[in-house]
C-alpha cells in the first residue's frame, strides 16, 4: 500500500459531520467490498511520481509550475460540479435527497474560498495569476475535469458523490498530507500560501467522509451502486494519468 493513508482512513466521525446529520455510519456489506475494490486505484494515485517528487523535493519548477495550471481547472470547478448536483436534488421527494440538498447548501462556498487558497499557493511558488486562469489544461487533465462535470450533471447522485467528493477530495487529503512538509519547507511557512495544503492535509473539513455517507444513502439498488463504483474508480484512475503526464 502506498505511504500516506487508504481508502478506508476517512470514515471516522467529526463535528461538522453530526451537524449536517451526516454522521458516519457502520459500513454495510456493499460499501465495504466497493472499498476494497478501489484500493489498488486510490494507492495509485498515493503512489504518482508527482507527488514522489514533490515529498522528496526532487520536483522540477517547471513540473510544478505546470501542475498548478494544469489542476486549477478542477479546484476552481468544485463549487460548479456541487451546483450541479444540488439542481437535481428534490425535497425529500427520493431516499437521500433532502440529505444531498441541505449538504451541497452548505459547502459550496466553502469551496469558492478553496479556489482562492490554491491561488495563493500557486502564486507564491512563482506562477502569475493571469497565467494560471487562462491556461488551457493539457488532455489528461481535462479529461477528469471534463468527467467530474459529465458525472455531475448526467449521474446518479451516488455516482456525482461518489467520483467528485469522495474520490477526489478523499485522495487529496492523504497527498496533501505526504507532501505538506516539504511544501511548507519549499515556501518557508508562509501561512498565506500554505492554507489550500493545510486545510487539506488536516482535514479541516469533512467533505469526503460525508459524502461516503451520501453514497450510501442515495444508491439504493445493486444497480445504482454498481455505477457509483464505476463512477468513483474511473475518477481516481483519470486523476492518476493527469499526475503521470506531468513528467
Known amino acids: 500500500m502506498a ?11 467529526s463535528n461538522r459531520s453530526a451537524r449536517h446529520g451526516l454522521a458516519p455510519t457502520p459500513h454495510p456489506p456493499w460499501v465495504e467490498a466497493m472499498l476494497a475494490e478501489l484500493q489498488t486505484d486510490w494507492d495509485a494515485v498515493l503512489g504518482s511520481r508527482h507527488f514522489a517528487a514533490v515529498r522528496e523535493q526532487k520536483v ?10 494544469d489542476f486549477f481547472c478542477i479546484v476552481e470547478a468544485f ?3 456541487m451546483g450541479a448536483c444540488l439542481a437535481r436534488t428534490t425535497f425529500g421527494l427520493r431516499p437521500g435527497d433532502l440529505e444531498a440538498r441541505n ?8 469551496e469558492a474560498s ?3 487558497w490554491y491561488l495563493d499557493w500557486a502564486m507564491a511558488s512563482g506562477v502569475t495569476y493571469e497565467e494560471i486562469v487562462t491556461h488551457r489544461p493539457g488532455p489528461e487533465a481535462g479529461a477528469l475535469y471534463e468527467y467530474l462535470w459529465s ?4 449521474g446518479t447522485l451516488a455516482e456525482a458523490f461518489g467520483a467528485v ?3 477526489i477530495e478523499g485522495v487529496t487529503g492523504q497527498w496533501s498530507r505526504l507532501v505538506l512538509p516539504a511544501v511548507r519547507h519549499r515556501l518557508d511557512g508562509n501561512p498565506r500560501a500554505l492554507r489550500w495544503l493545510e486545510a487539506h492535509a488536516e482535514y479541516d473539513d469533512a467533505h469526503p467522509r460525508e459524502a461516503l455517507e451520501l453514497v450510501k444513502l442515495t444508491a439504493g439498488d445493486d444497480e445504482t451502486r454498481e455505477k457509483a463504483k464505476f463512477a468513483t474508480r474511473r475518477s481516481l484512475q483519470l486523476f492518476r494519468r493527469a499526475l503521470d503526464a506531468l513528467g
Open 114 to 116: 478553496h479556489a482562492q
Open 79 to 81: 463549487p460548479r460540479y
Open 165 to 167: 467528493n469522495y474520490a
Open 3 to 13: 505511504q500516506g493513508g487508504s481508502v478506508t482512513d476517512i470514515q471516522y466521525a
Open 151 to 154: 458525472v455531475s450533471n448526467r
Open 60 to 69: 522540477s519548477d517547471e513540473t510544478l509550475r505546470r501542475s498548478f495550471m
Open 103 to 110: 449538504w451541497l447548501i452548505g459547502n459550496i462556498r466553502t
